[in-house]
């Protein structure tokens, strides 16, 4: 809001620029060039056009009578020009002044009126040129690089961020001073220089928060676990929401993961002992990818671990960006900053190893091959508990057979009946078995023979059908 003192130090203030901009206006001010204003500030970074005060130096202060519905005005100008704008009266040296502020434009949008994208030019409003118009469309519209708090002391940072785990996690001495913890922050690019203050962008916030609360926009990103009694939602057990940023929280979010894990016996050198549905270090690497992976732009929730008796089920918001078919050995970070952060913090390795080991534990302990869901603006990782190989069905089976073929060409090796039969813990007999499980999922489309050893069958080996669509 704009104070009165504000206004008076606005008289002696240099000629009027992109940001700041002052009519008499008198008795009237026409809608249309109002509207060409408050688009031209939005489109130069947002700020105040000021009706009551003549623009030439130095300023009188004479008042106005127009636009004296100011809910009309505010609806007018959102009709018109598609956002909206702070308008506020105030009474200087008697006189009403009209103070209205324009919000900047997002990155990557300008906006227009009447087809036109205003911007200023010395005291003039002309359209934006196409260089500019190609600039700004082109900007980068990265969610983890954005600002969320500006005009902040070194102090309010501290107050605002565990610096503390931030040493931690990078495995240094954790300091007391002040400007070397910022001087890190800035080093690590999660603060920015804003004049004599700092600006904190998204990653700080959501990394390292004390607490998420005290980022209203971050309240829905914060992850949530939720455990059930049965194997549907009917019956939650516990349901609790992070309250901690990412790194901060993420071992106590683990930690909560794994003792609610339900547990399962196994017989091992002929004794038998308790180990959880799902090992700790792949469940490490579900719940980090979900974290980074997400789309920090959807609306309606943030992530999500939901443990049932014989599964566990960990999404995110947003589509995936790398197809589910292709997790294995596609990588691309719809965050990559976000994700540059955390492997600096040695919570991910960003070299598309995550999904490979989960899918590596699961074989190692044959155990149902994890399912990878696209569903509504959301993503899926489905991890199963043990389960007989007898009891798997057609889906599950063909599913590990894809995943085992994909995890095989990526280490540069290929699939055989022989090595399925390894994967499933078949012994000789079950040849014929791991042959009807690989013909199906050739028919699926899934894989397909490798055609560097032709028709033979004694040779037979496997690749998974995108390696061959690749290379043509």
């Known amino acids: 809001m704009v104070s009165e003192q504000q206004i008076i130090s606005w008289q002696d203030i240099e ?12 008795h009237n001010f026409h809608r249309d060039k109002l509207y060409k204003y408050v688009v031209a500030l939005a489109n130069e970074g947002g700020g105040h056009i000021v009706l009551g005060m003549t623009d030439k130096r130095p300023r009188k202060i004479v008042g106005t009578t127009t636009f004296q519905d100011l809910n009309v005005l ?16 105030l009474i200087v040296e008697g006189k009403r002044i009209l103070a209205i502020r324009a919000p900047s434009r ?14 200023r030019c010395g005291e003039d409003l002309v359209p934006m040129s196409e260089d500019r118009l190609r600039e700004i469309f082109g900007e980068d519209l990265a969610w983890d690089k954005g600002i969320i708090r500006e005009n902040l002391t070194e102090l309010e940072v501290c107050e605002l961020l565990d610096t ?4 931690e996690f990078l495995e240094l001495p954790i300091s007391e001073n002040i400007h070397d913890i910022v001087d890190r922050l800035k080093n690590m690019r999660l603060l920015k220089e ?3 203050k700092l600006a904190m962008t998204n990653t700080a916030a959501v990394v390292l928060a004390k607490d998420l609360n005290s980022f209203p926009e971050l309240i829905r990103k914060a992850p949530r ?6 194997v549907d939602k009917l019956d939650t057990r516990i349901d609790i929401t992070g309250q901690r940023g990412y790194a901060a929280g993420f071992q106590g979010l683990v930690r909560q993961c794994m003792q609610h894990m339900p547990q399962n016996e196994v017989i091992e050198n002929a004794l038998r002992r308790t180990v959880p549905l799902f090992p700790e270090r792949a469940m490490r690497e579900i719940i980090a990818n979900a974290l980074i992976h997400q789309d920090f732009y959807a609306t309606g929730g943030g992530p999500l671990v939901e443990i049932y008796p014989n599964r566990v089920e960990v999404s995110n918001p947003g589509k995936p960006v790398v197809p589910v078919e292709r997790f294995i050995d596609g990588h691309k970070s719809r965050n990559e900053f976000l994700a540059w952060i955390m492997r600096q913090l040695n919570i ?3 070299r598309s190893s995550g999904i490979d080991r989960v899918v ?13 869901i696209q569903s509504f603006e959301s993503t899926t990782i489905v991890v199963y508990g043990p389960r007989d190989f007898q009891k798997m069905t057609s889906d599950d089976k063909v599913r590990a057979c894809y995943q085992h073929c994909a995890l095989k060409y990526v280490v540069r090796e290929h699939m055989t009946n022989e090595s399925l039969c390894g994967r499933f813990g078949l012994d000789e007999s079950g040849k014929a078995t791991a042959s009807k499980i690989i013909k199906a999922t050739v028919g699926s489309g899934l894989v397909s023979p490798d055609p560097t050893v032709g028709a033979s069958r004694k040779y037979a080996r496997y690749v998974p059908s995108w390696s061959l669509q690749d290379v043509e």
């Open 225 to 230: 676990l939720i455990v059930y009694n049965g």
């Open 74 to 89: 505010k609806s007018d100008v959102r009709t018109n020009v598609g956002f909206n704008v702070q308008a506020q009266e």
């Open 15 to 26: 000629p009027e620029n992109e940001n700041l901009e002052f009519k008499e206006a008198k």
């Open 164 to 167: 503390k785990v931030l040493f």
């Open 194 to 196: 804003d004049g004599s």
């Open 360 to 372: 590596g534990t699961a074989e190692m302990f044959q155990l149902p091959a994890p399912e990878f």
């Open 106 to 119: 997002p990155k990557g949008t300008a906006y227009q009126f009447k087809g036109a994208y205003y911007m």
């Open 348 to 350: 991910c390795e960003e």
